[in-house]
């Protein structure tokens, strides 16, 4: 149980900074061409901590069944 729940835990760490970084690299990219605000860029960082969150909520949520 306990092997199984760490397995889910890096797999969502790891989904996680795949994610973030995707998204920051995308907002760097469109802030480089002009095409993206500094609003842009904090709506997309703050969007990207929030969904993060969300996704290490499916732990916590979903414990009494792990994958």
Do not use: C, E, P
Not at 19 to 46: E, Q, R
């Amino acid at each position: 149980m306990t092997l199984r729940v760490a397995k889910k835990t890096k797999r969502l760490v790891l989904q996680n900074i795949s994610f973030v970084l995707g998204v920051k690299l995308v907002t760097m990219v469109l802030g480089a061409l002009g095409l993206a605000t500094m609003w842009w860029a904090v709506f997309a960082d703050v969007g990207v901590v929030f969904l993060a969150i969300l996704n290490y909520l499916r732990i916590i949520w979903g414990n009494s069944r792990v994958d």
